[in-house]
């Protein structure tokens, strides 16, 4: 759902995609062919969001700040399912993986890759290109080539999926049987570790 609040309207670029079970609120720009999963809440009450070109933030993620602060998520930021980003800049192409949390007025590099957990602490400044690990959230090493392709190739999945779901997705009751031709989804990309064994 989109909300105003205060006579501040979210704006939306048509070609993103909010889902219903989602909410963003206020004073919240939303650049093109970003996704918004079901459960993650954008709250632009006491603060400007920006979410640039190609970001994505996953089901039931938060990203809100104190009164008074503005945040942007640069071009091609992926925001994993639970994390919650609390008056913190992401840089471009950046990965926050899974259950994060990231503190008021830390920043977050171009391309850096934060792991599953992490908590960074407020007004933390992570280095571009730097793997962080932990809590507190520690710099491990810098982020590879092949990883930042990694990456890169995982968050064009989720740049293409506000088209797919703009076309196919809707609500429906649900089968009460298999279907017999029932076929799976391709496997269309590997794990770290899968994508890197010799």
Known sequence: MIYSFKGYTPVVHE??????????????????NCYIGPGAAIRGDWGQIILEDGVNVQENCTVHMFPGKSITLK???????????????????????????IMDDAEIGDESIVGAMAFVKAETKIPNRSLVVGNPAKVIKQVS???IAWKTKGTQLYQQLPTDCHESLKAVEPLREVPENMKMQDDVYKTLRDTFKK
Not at 16 to 26: M, R
């Open 145 to 147: 080539d092949e990883m």
């Open 15 to 32: 070609s993103s995609f909010v889902h219903p079970l989602a909410a963003v609120t206020g004073n919240v720009i939303i650049g093109r």
């Open 75 to 101: 071009e091609s930021a992926h925001v994993g399912h639970g994390a919650i980003i609390h008056g913190a800049n992401l840089g471009r192409n950046c990965l926050i993986g899974m259950n994060t949390v």
